[in-house]
C-alpha cells in the first residue's frame, strides 16, 4: 500500500469516529427542534416552541444558577491548589516526588459512582449536611488531580532559569511569582480552569449522591429521561452541555489562533 | 575608568596588580560525602575577564551559582570587595549571571525583558526606555527589536538580549553560565569576540565558565582550568598553553601527544613504550616520573636522524585536513603520534609510506601525574 | 535543580508545594475510602459504625448474584478495552503523524465530548436508535423498511461503553506514538524492516507507556460504568457499579454495599497500582 492511500485511509477512519461521535450529538440537537409533545422521526412540524418554553422555565433557571455555582467554586478552588500541586508534580526535584505524583492520579482512575458513594457515607459518618457545597467538594477530590495533570504539562516545559534569572535580577520573592512564574504559567492556568469548569458542569455521579436537596442540570435531564421526556430535555442538553463546551473551547481556541499570529 | 590606549600586554600586567574584587578561600560545597567543589583559593581583580574551564561535571557550574548566590555555600568564604556576601541571597548581590538558557522572559519583548531590572529598582519607564534603547544600540541590535517578542529572535540575537538584560542590571560583576554552548560554530566565534569587545567597552568584571578550552583562549585575561572540583591550574591563555601543569590540563588544550617517562640523566627521560630515550631542555624540579607532552605542531617530518634532537621512525595511517591546517596520524609501532604542518607547505606524503618524525628537546614539555 | 528557595530546614520547596493537594486528598478521597472500609465490617443494614466488626456482608457477596455482576462488569470492560485499542490506534498514530496542521482542531473535537454530561451523550443514541426514532424513523419512511429496535441489548451497552470511553483511549495512547521519534521508523525501515515489522519492534515497544496508561485507564472507568447499562442496556446486564448503588439507595444495605465498593476497589487499586509503577510519568507527560 502507499503511503497516499494509507494516509487517505486514516483520514477516512478519523472522520468516520468522529461522525460517529458526534451522531448522538446531533440527535439530540434534532429532537429539540420539533413542536410536538413527543419524539417522531422524520419531524412532522419543525418549531423552536421548546426553546422558549424551557428558557422561560423558572426551575430551569434554578438549575442554572445551581450548576454555575458549583462550577464556579469549583474552577477557583481546584485551580489554587491545583497550581501548587503542579510545581511539585513537575518543577521541584524532591524526595517524595514519584509517590505524590501516584496519589495524584489514584482518584482520576477511580470509579466516580463508587466515589460519589463514598463520599455520601464519609460526609454522612462525619454527620454534614448535604448540599451544593459538599458537592463543591465531591467534584474537588476528583477534578484537582485532572487539573493539576493539565498545569503540569505546562510545567515541564518551563524552564526554572527563568525564576533565578529574574532572582538574580533583584526581584524579591514575591515579584519573581507575580512578574515570571505566573505569567509564564498563565497558558496552562487557563486550560486548567476550563477543565475544571467543564467538569464540574457536566458531573452526574458524584452530584447525584452529594448535592442533597440541591439539583444540578445533570441530575434533573437523567431524572426527565428516565421518566418525564418532553423536547424540553433535548433542549437543555443541547444548550447546558454541548453548547457551553463549544463555547468555552471556541473561545480558547480563538485565544490561541490569536496568540499564534501575534509571535 | 582608565585609558585604553595602552597596548593589550600592558593593560593584562596591570590588571593583576589591581586590587582583587572577589576573593574566593578555601570555598566548598558538598552533597553528601561529595564535594562537588573543594577548597577553592582564587583572586579574581576588578575588570578582569576570567575563565573557568573544566570538563561536564567538574563543578563550574556548581562554583559559578555559589557565585552568583543560586546556591549556598558548604564551607569557605565568596568575599566581595572586601564584604563577606556568602549569606545574602542573589536578589541582593551587585552581580548578575547570563545563563546556559538565557532564561529570556518568554511572555516579554526584548525591551521588558532588557527592562525587568530597572523595573524591579522601581526606575521611571521613561528613563528605563532610554536606557533599553542605549543598550540595544550598545548590543549592535536594530532600535526596532525594543517591541519585538523574543521568542521571534534568532539564537545570535538572543544572546545579545540576554547580555544587555543582564548589563542592564549594572551589575559589579556579570557571571557567565557557558551561554554559547549550543550556537553553531561560525557564530559562536563571533559573539566570542563581541564579547571580548563588550568586556573593554564597559571594563566590567566577568567571570565566564566554558568546557571548551578553545573559547576560553580567545577571550580570557586569565583562565583556571577546573577537575574534580579543584582548580589545577590558574594563569593566562599563554601559561596554560605554553607551560600546563599536569598530563589533564595538556590534554585539554586538544590534540596532544603525551608519552609516560621517567627520569634517567640530567637531560634525558626514558619511555618504556618506545623503549627508548627522549632528551628534553627543561626539567621540573623533583621530576621522577610523569609524562612528556608535545604539540602536534611542533612536530614535523625530518628526512635524517640528526635533523632533530628526538627522532622516530613511524608509518604514514592517515591524513585530515584542518582548515588552515593538515593532521597526520604517524603510527609507530603501537603508538601513536598527532602531526601538524600548515596546508601551505607542500607535501608529497602518501598512505602507509614510512616516515621519520622530530621534534627539538625544547618543544617537549614535562608535566606531572 | 535550583535551589532558590531552598533555606535546608524544614520541608522542601516541592513538599510545601504538595501539601494543600495532600491534605484534600486525605480527607477527600482517603477518609471517604476509609468508611467505607469501615462499613464493609458492619452488620447488615446498620447506618452507624458503632456495632463490632463481622465479615458476614463479605460472605454475602457469594451467596447472592454480585459475583455474576462483577464478571458481566470486568468481561464487559475487557472488551471495550480491545475494541478500543483497534479503534484508536490509527487515530493516535494519525494525530501525531498525518494530520499535521489539521491535528490541534481534530484533538479538540475528540476532547469535546469529555465536557459533555454522560447522560446526554447516552441519551442522543436512545434518540438514534429507538422506534421512529432518527434511524428507524428514516427507514420507515424513505425505504418502507420496519425493523426491530436494537435497544436494550449487550451489544448496545458495549456500543455505549466504547462511545464513552473513547477519548480515555486515544490521548494517552496519542502521546505514547508522539513519544517514538521518527528517525527510528526511518531506521528501521532503512535496516530493511518491512512496515509490519516497524510496527512491532519499533512503534509498539516504544509508544507503550502511553499505550498502557490508555488500557489501564479504560479498563479501570469501564469496571466502574453504570450508565451504559442503565440507558442503554435495559436490564440486560447488571454491572457491579448497579449492584453497588441498589445496595446503598433501594436496599438500605449500605454495609453490604461497601463490602462490593471494596472489592471493586482491590481489583482497581491492584491493575493502576501494577500499571503505574512501571512507567516514568516524567518521561510520558513531560517528554524528557
Not at chain 3, 460472605?59 to 468481561?75: D, E, K, Q, R, V
Not at chain 3, 456500543?159 to 483511549?169: A, D, I, K, N, T
Request: aromatic residues 12%; charged residues 15%; contains cysteine.
Amino acid at each position: 500500500m502507499s503511503e497516499r492511500s494509507r494516509h487517505a485511509l486514516i483520514w477516512a477512519w478519523t472522520l468516520a469516529v468522529l461522525v460517529f461521535i458526534y451522531l448522538p450529538a446531533m440527535c439530540i440537537l434534532l429532537a429539540s427542534l420539533t413542536s410536538s409533545r413527543y419524539f417522531l422521526f422524520p419531524i412532522q412540524k419543525w418549531g423552536l416552541d421548546w426553546w422558549r418554553k424551557t428558557f422561560d422555565s423558572i426551575e430551569i433557571h434554578q438549575l442554572f444558577k445551581t450548576s454555575i455555582t458549583i462550577a464556579l467554586c469549583v474552577t477557583v478552588i481546584a485551580v489554587a491548589i491545583a497550581f501548587f500541586g503542579a510545581l511539585a508534580f513537575a518543577r521541584y526535584n524532591w524526595k517524595g516526588r514519584t509517590l505524590f505524583q501516584k496519589i495524584v492520579l489514584l482518584p482520576i482512575f477511580f470509579p466516580q459512582s463508587v466515589l460519589g458513594l463514598a463520599l455520601l457515607l464519609w460526609f454522612n459518618a462525619i454527620g454534614l449536611q448535604m448540599s451544593w457545597m459538599t458537592a463543591v467538594f465531591a467534584h474537588l477530590v476528583w477534578i484537582i488531580p485532572v487539573v493539576t495533570l493539565v498545569i503540569s504539562i505546562q510545567v515541564y516545559s518551563f524552564d526554572p532559569a527563568l525564576e533565578e534569572a529574574a532572582f538574580d535580577l533583584g526581584a524579591s520573592r514575591f515579584q519573581v511569582f507575580r512578574e515570571v512564574t505566573l505569567p509564564v504559567l498563565l497558558p496552562g492556568i487557563v486550560s486548567g480552569s476550563l477543565f475544571a469548569f467543564l467538569l464540574s458542569w457536566g458531573n452526574f455521579p458524584l452530584s447525584l449522591y452529594t448535592d442533597g436537596a440541591d439539583t444540578t442540570i445533570p441530575e434533573y435531564l437523567y431524572a426527565k429521561m428516565v421518566a418525564g421526556y418532553t423536547p424540553g430535555v433535548p433542549v437543555l442538553g443541547t444548550v447546558s452541555t454541548f453548547g457551553a463546551a463549544l463555547l468555552l473551547l471556541g473561545g480558547y481556541w480563538l485565544i490561541t489562533l490569536r496568540r499564534r499570529a501575534q509571535s | 575608568m582608565t585609558d585604553w590606549g595602552d597596548s593589550l600586554t600592558i593593560h593584562k600586567d596591570r590588571m593583576s596588580k589591581r586590587p582583587p574584587i572577589l576573593q574566593l578561600k578555601s570555598l566548598t560545597k558538598s552533597f553528601g560525602t561529595f564535594n562537588a567543589v573543594d577548597g577553592i583559593d582564587l583572586d579574581i581583580a576588578e575588570g578582569e575577564f576570567f575563565t573557568i574551564v573544566g570538563p561536564s561535571g567538574s563543578g563550574k557550574t556548581t562554583l559559578i551559582r555559589m557565585l552568583a548566590g543560586m546556591e549556598q555555600a558548604s564551607s569557605g568564604d565568596i568575599i566581595l570587595s572586601g564584604t563577606r556576601i556568602n549569606d545574602m541571597p542573589a536578589n541582593k548581590r551587585p552581580t548578575c549571571m547570563v545563563f546556559q538558557s538565557l532564561a529570556l522572559f518568554p511572555h516579554r519583548t526584548v525591551g521588558e525583558n532588557i527592562e525587568f531590572p530597572l523595573k524591579i529598582k522601581g526606575v521611571d519607564p521613561a528613563k528605563r526606555r532610554t536606557r533599553a534603547l542605549a543598550l540595544l544600540d550598545q548590543l549592535r541590535l536594530p532600535q526596532n527589536y525594543y517591541g519585538k517578542s523574543v521568542l521571534r529572535c534568532s539564537g545570535g540575537e538572543r544572546q545579545r538580549v540576554a547580555l544587555a538584560r543582564a548589563l542592564a542590571f549594572d551589575p559589579q560583576i556579570l557571571f557567565f553560565d557557558e551561554p554559547l554552548s549550543a550556537i553553531d560554530y561560525k557564530l559562536r566565534k563571533t559573539l566570542e569576540k563581541e564579547l571580548k569587545d563588550i568586556h573593554r567597552e564597559t571594563g566590567k568584571t566577568f567571570v565566564y565558565i566554558t568546557h571548551s578550552l578553545e573559547e576560553a583562549m580567545v577571550m580570557s585575561d586569565r583562565i583556571g582550568v577546573m577537575r574534580a572540583g579543584k582548580l589545577v591550574q590558574v594563569g593566562t591563555p599563554n601559561e596554560i598553553y605554553s607551560a600546563p601543569r599536569d598530563k589533564f590540563v595538556s590534554e585539554f588544550m586538544g590534540d596532544v601527544n603525551v608519552i609516560p617517562v621517567s627520569m634517567n640523566g640530567s637531560r634525558k627521560v626514558t619511555a618504556d613504550s618506545f623503549d627508548k630515550e627522549f632528551a628534553v631542555a627543561a626539567i621540573p624540579e623533583a621530576f621522577s616520573a610523569g609524562h612528556l607532552v608535545i604539540r602536534p605542531e611542533f612536530i614535523r617530518f625530518v628526512d635524517k636522524a640528526k635533523d632533530a634532537d628526538n627522532v622516530l621512525e613511524g608509518k604514514l595511517y592517515n591524513e585530515y585536513a584542518l582548515g588552515s591546517r593538515i593532521q597526520y596520524q604517524v603510527r609507530v609501532g603501537e603508538n601513536v603520534f598527532i602531526v601538524e604542518k600548515l596546508r601551505q607547505q607542500s607535501s608529497t606524503l602518501r598512505r602507509d609510506q614510512t616516515v621519520l618524525i622530530g621534534w627539538d628537546a625544547k618543544d617537549g614539555i614535562l608535566v606531572t601525574g | 535543580m535550583a535551589a532558590l528557595h531552598e533555606t535546608g530546614k524544614g520541608l522542601s520547596q516541592g513538599a510545601r508545594n504538595a501539601l494543600p493537594l495532600l491534605i484534600f486528598l486525605l480527607v477527600g478521597f482517603a477518609a471517604p475510602l476509609l468508611a467505607v472500609i469501615a462499613y464493609s465490617f458492619m452488620p447488615e443494614r446498620s447506618f452507624g459504625l458503632v456495632h463490632s466488626p463481622t465479615l458476614i456482608n463479605y460472605a454475602g457477596i457469594f451467596t447472592g448474584n454480585s459475583y455474576i455482576s462483577f464478571g458481566w462488569s470486568l468481561s464487559f470492560a475487557a472488551f471495550t478495552v480491545c475494541i478500543l485499542a483497534v479503534v484508536c490506534y490509527p487515530i493516535a498514530y494519525g494525530l501525531s503523524r498525518v494530520f499535521g496542521r489539521w491535528a490541534p482542531l481534530l484533538t479538540l473535537l475528540f476532547t469535546i465530548p469529555l465536557f459533555v454530561s454522560e447522560n446526554v451523550r447516552l441519551y442522543g443514541w436512545i434518540l438514534f436508535f429507538i422506534k421512529n426514532g432518527v434511524l428507524l424513523g428514516t427507514l420507515k419512511s424513505w425505504f418502507g423498511v420496519e425493523l426491530e429496535s436494537w435497544l436494550f441489548t449487550r451489544g448496545m451497552v458495549l456500543l455505549g461503553m466504547v462511545y464513552v470511553y473513547l477519548p480515555f483511549m486515544l490521548f494517552p495512547m496519542t502521546l505514547g506514538v508522539s513519544m517514538v521519534p521518527n528517525e527510528t521508523r526511518e531506521a528501521a525501515r532503512d535496516l530493511g524492516a518491512s512496515r509490519f515489522q516497524v510496527f512491532r519492534e519499533v512503534e509498539l515497544p516504544l509508544s507503550m507507556p502511553g499505550i498502557m496508561i490508555g488500557l489501564l485507564l479504560t479498563f479501570v472507568l469501564a469496571v466502574g460504568a453504570i450508565a451504559e447499562a442503565k440507558v442503554l442496556g435495559g436490564q440486560t446486564i447488571i454491572p457491579i457499579t448497579h449492584d453497588i448503588e441498589i445496595a446503598f439507595t433501594y436496599a438500605q444495605n449500605w454495609p453490604l454495599g461497601a463490602a462490593l465498593a471494596v472489592l471493586l476497589m482491590i481489583v482497581v487499586g491492584t491493575l493502576v497500582l501494577l500499571v503505574l509503577k512501571r512507567f516514568d510519568l516524567d518521561a510520558i507527560l513531560g517528554r524528557r
